[in-house]
């Protein structure tokens, strides 16, 4: 079975810095999407960012970037010029590319505290 | 509507009785998602609607959750006798086909309480 793991329960960042959010997971599946979601606190879950597991190139959505390293099974977040609307419960999470698979694997989520 | 509407926002009911929780999902997404959402938790995938088909059920944690799907459209939740550990978040996401690479849009979720 696969799993997801976010092992920093709490992270915080200077306004205008750079934050490492870190995710790995177990999976021996070859094709899969990875995700990372953010979850403010009035509750409604926004998608950052996607990754396909077939790209080697790296997602980037303007001040997010990921590191994919398929290999160590590791899909970091980036968020770069932190702001203080970025403060919120951060989620990875994974969704088997095998047809007929529609089941989303979470994390326990990254709280990220944006300091002014 | 816009996005995805769950009802109630907040839900207080006693241990045994039954709830219902409803999601109404983005017009034409034909997928539909229910998880929960425990205190200090991540996301518990429930149950996967494909139209008004339900292919993946496994989440369902005890035979007290049901869910169906009418007209390809709303869904509801139902609780039978409920107890106190199933309060949590039960949040609704929905998505235009269930295709992995669509991405998900959720609702704000229903907070259950059980006293």
């Known amino acids: 079975a696969q799993t997801v793991t976010q092992s920093q329960p709490e992270m915080s960042v200077q306004e205008a810095e750079t934050v490492t959010l870190s995710c790995t997971y177990d999976t021996s599946e070859s094709d899969y999407y990875l995700f990372w979601y953010k979850q403010p606190p009035s509750r409604q879950m926004i998608l950052v960012i996607r990754q396909e597991a077939y790209k080697q190139q790296n997602a980037t959505e303007n001040r997010f970037s990921v590191n994919f390293q398929k290999a160590a099974k590791s899909f970091s977040l980036k968020i770069s010029d932190s702001q203080l609307g970025d403060a919120a419960m951060y989620f990875c999470?994974?969704?088997?590319?095998?047809?007929?698979?529609?089941?989303?694997?979470f994390g326990t989520g990254t709280r990220l505290k944006v300091l002014a | 509507g816009a996005g995805v509407s769950q009802s109630p926002s907040n839900k207080v009911t006693e241990k045994g009785k039954d709830v219902e929780l409803r999601c109404d999902p983005i017009s034409g997404h034909t997928a539909l998602y229910w998880y929960r959402q425990s205190l200090g938790q991540g996301l518990e995938f429930l149950i996967y609607f494909q139209g008004n088909s339900a292919p993946d059920k496994s989440g369902l944690p005890s035979d007290r959750f049901s869910a169906e799907r009418t007209g390809g459209s709303v869904s509801t939740l139902t609780i039978q006798r409920t107890q106190q550990e199933d309060s949590a978040v039960y949040l609704c996401?929905?998505?235009?086909?269930?295709?992995?690479?669509?991405?998900?849009?959720f609702g704000d979720g229903t907070r259950l309480s059980i006293l």
């Open positions: 996401a929905s998505s235009f086909t269930g295709l992995s690479n669509q991405p998900q849009h």
């Open positions: 999470a994974y969704r088997s590319g095998t047809s007929g698979t529609y089941k989303y694997i």
